[in-house]
């Protein structure tokens, strides 16, 4: 572990996370949402999610139960950093020399940051006003009233569960009705989207999945890239201490070569 000279420090993937403070429960789906915001981690040098070096903010609280979660410690509507839009906004413009030298930008994402929409909204207005680039990384289970939120986001980076609703409600436990909401938002409001799709062993990897998500994305608006992202066992170790069971803890993690072979097969052509 070491610190880097704004306060974070390296995760066991390599990524840089701010340190934040003690939890706070206050946050629920019941009490709607405010602008007091509940952050679970801040990674303040990505280059994954979105273009250029990223911060990328997780928020806490998320509606699905997906079975390859790998951040299940975001799921609880309880716990995170309680933190204003304004002091979160002046905490990123700090890392404007990064943004502007390599096209980056911030990156909100989960946990599913759609579950805090008025507090997201006001921090991408504010990031907007300062001329910084926005990117979403989200599934579109968030709890509707998207207008104020996609108008002020530059980019979508939309995790497609699953394309078909049975196999989705299989997959993250709810009902498939929020996201395809979310994506007719999108339609209407014309925000670009890169489309990421988890390809796990057994359950996301066949041919015959594959096409049919081909088929799905064709009708998403204003796609500019496909990412199959390969299953990974680095959640396992966050459900031993939650003191839950993994859901996947005896599949395989997925070979990186051959997803990466998948996503040329099918998705070549999107992607330039």
Same mark, same amino acid.
């Given at each position: ?5 704004? #306060? ?5 993937? #390599?990524?840089?996370? &701010? ?33 250029? +070096? ?7 609280? &998320? ?16 716990? !995170?950093? %309680? +933190?204003?839009?304004? %002091? ?6 700090? $890392?404007?020399?990064? $943004? ?7 990156? $909100?994402?989960? !946990? ?10 006001? &921090? ?6 300062? #001329? ?12 509707? %009233? ?26 993250t436990g709810r009902s498939m009705e929020r996201t395809l909401d979310f994506v007719e938002a999108v339609r209407r409001a014309g925000t670009p989207m890169w489309v990421r799709h988890v390809v796990v062993p057994g359950l996301t990897d066949q041919e015959e999945h594959l096409a049919a998500l081909r088929k799905y994305v064709d009708t998403l ?13 680095? !959640? ?22 051959? &997803? ?13």
């Amino acid at each position: 572990m070491y610190a880097d000279r704004l #306060g974070a420090e390296e995760g066991p993937e #390599g990524r840089l996370f &701010c340190a934040l403070f003690e939890p706070n429960p206050r946050f629920s789906e019941q009490e709607g949402s405010f602008l007091t915001g509940y952050i679970h981690s801040m990674e303040s040098m990505g280059l994954v999610d979105g273009p250029g +070096v990223r911060c990328v903010v997780f928020l806490q609280g &998320c509606p699905l139960r997906c079975l390859y979660c790998h951040n299940p410690d975001t799921q609880t509507a309880e716990g !995170g950093e %309680a +933190v204003e839009p304004e %002091a979160l906004v002046r905490r990123l413009l700090r $890392f404007r020399p990064y $943004f502007d030298r390599s096209g980056g930008g911030v990156t $909100f994402s989960g !946990g599913e940051p759609l579950f805090q929409p008025e507090f997201l909204a006001e &921090c991408l207005a504010r990031l907007r006003k300062a #001329g910084i680039h926005t990117c979403l990384d989200t599934s579109g289970a968030g709890l509707g %009233a998207y207008e104020d939120i996609l108008s002020c986001t530059d980019l979508l980076l939309y995790d497609v569960k699953h394309e078909v609703p049975e196999a989705y409600q299989r997959v993250t436990g709810r009902s498939m009705e929020r996201t395809l909401d979310f994506v007719e938002a999108v339609r209407r409001a014309g925000t670009p989207m890169w489309v990421r799709h988890v390809v796990v062993p057994g359950l996301t990897d066949q041919e015959e999945h594959l096409a049919a998500l081909r088929k799905y994305v064709d009708t998403l608006p204003k796609v500019q890239k496909v990412e199959l992202l390969p299953f990974h066992k680095l !959640g396992a170790e966050k459900y031993r201490g939650l003191g839950r069971a993994d859901p996947l803890a005896e599949v395989p993690a997925m070979d990186p070569e051959l &997803c990466r072979q998948l996503q040329e097969r099918w998705f070549s052509d999107l992607n330039g």
